[in-house]
């Protein structure tokens, strides 16, 4: 709205200055025309000041029609009677073409009726200082000329720095939300990872609690002590979340880099669980970064939690850690009945999209699916160069 207001302020004073001009171009008519002269050269002056009320959004008619009633006046009154004050109308129609026209050549062609007045003039008032009064005419005209042009450059430099000033607020704006909305992603996959873990956990064993209750309280007893710790553990992460989400951390959560239980925790809480699953780890796990450690553990701990949910009962896992020289590769597999099946309304899951987000942002490979014969199988290669 206050563009708008500022915008209708900007034509009203622009209005209003091309007013008070063409109303001064009839007072020099008016007053300074000499008695000599009939009243048609005045309606030529006025002639004049009514074609400059429209200087700024016509600059080359403007000069057109000004420039045909100086012509009629050097044809119709004799060279006594010329020039006249208001004849001052040429030299703002042509100052007005080279700053409002559009094409800088139409300043150049503006410029050729004002050339042509000069010789005219020239030709009519043969004088014995002739070479001082064309010198004359000249500064006069080349002067308006120049500086036509010299405002020309000036609003077009300025409007060239607020374009390029809008621009950088645009992209600034553009790489705030993407920031912000990769910030969303980071905290969305790990509020996932730690709920989803921890939530599939604590389910597995309280329901393992409740049937063992009475046959056998003491692992029953161990069972809700697991689903305690657990709580306890996805409570600290949670809190560490929002401590980032209310500024109090001063990094993302994917920076942090130790973490309070190891991949061959996460297999024993999984076992813990119920879920019979094997372990491999080839190669030694020297000199990975940080970053990938924690992205490993992630991959880990989602598909262990996608087996505890999906796998079915009776079945088996197998996990295989290859530690490379130039990457690091991880392999869950299960034997069970169930599958992560994309459905019509959700056609990948939260976890599943998480695990290829994380891998992706390190340049890796990431694959997840169904496996011949039943179970299901995710595969990840983790470049160490691009952690």
Not at 179 to 201: G, T
Not at 259 to 276: D, N, Y
Request: net charge neutral; glycine share 10%; proline share 5%.
């Amino acid at each position: 709205m206050r563009w708008v207001l500022g915008w209708a302020d900007e034509r009203a004073r622009s209005f209003l200055f091309d007013l008070l001009v063409s109303l001064f171009v009839v007072t020099l008519a008016l007053t300074s025309v000499p008695r000599t002269m009939t009243g048609p050269v005045r309606a030529i002056g006025f002639g004049m000041a009514m074609a400059l009320l429209v200087r700024r959004r016509f600059p080359l008619s403007t000069m057109a029609v000004v420039s045909l009633l100086a012509l009629q006046q050097v044809l119709w009154f004799p060279p006594a009677d010329d020039p006249v004050p208001y004849d001052a109308a040429v030299l703002i129609a042509m100052y007005s073409v080279v700053k409002y026209g559009r094409w800088l050549s139409d300043a150049v062609l503006a410029a050729v009726p004002v050339a042509i007045g000069i010789v005219f003039e020239v030709v009519r008032h043969p004088q014995r200082d002739q070479l001082y009064v064309i010198a004359l005419y000249l500064a006069l005209c080349g002067g308006t000329w120049l500086g036509g042009l010299a405002v020309r450059t000036r609003r077009q430099y300025v409007a060239g720095l607020e374009e390029r000033a809008a621009t950088a607020e645009r992209e600034r704006d553009h790489l705030a939300r993407i920031a912000v909305a990769e910030e969303r992603a980071a905290i969305a996959r790990e509020l996932h990872d730690v709920v989803a873990h921890s939530l599939a956990v604590m389910i597995v064993q309280a329901d393992g609690a409740s049937y063992a209750l009475d046959a056998e309280p003491a692992q029953a007893r161990a069972a809700i002590k697991q689903v305690g710790a657990t709580g306890r553990e996805a409570l600290e992460d949670m809190r560490r979340l929002v401590g980032v989400l209310r500024g109090a951390g001063d990094a993302p959560p994917d920076a942090d880099e130790h973490r309070r239980i190891t991949l061959e925790q996460l297999v024993e809480r999984a076992r813990s669980a119920g879920l019979p699953i094997a372990v491999e780890v080839q190669g030694e796990r020297t000199g990975v970064p940080p970053a990938v450690e924690l992205t490993l553990y992630r991959l880990v701990q989602e598909s262990l939690t996608n087996v505890l949910r999906h796998a079915g009962q009776g079945a088996t896992g197998r996990l295989t850690v290859r530690y490379a020289p130039t990457s690091v590769e991880m392999e869950m597999a299960d034997d069970g009945s169930g599958a992560i099946a994309p459905t019509p309304d959700r056609p990948d899951g939260h976890g599943l999209i998480g695990m290829r987000e994380r891998v992706a942002v390190h340049g890796g490979e990431f694959e997840a699916g169904p496996v011949l014969g039943g179970g299901w199988r995710v595969r990840a290669t983790i470049p160490l160069g691009a952690g």
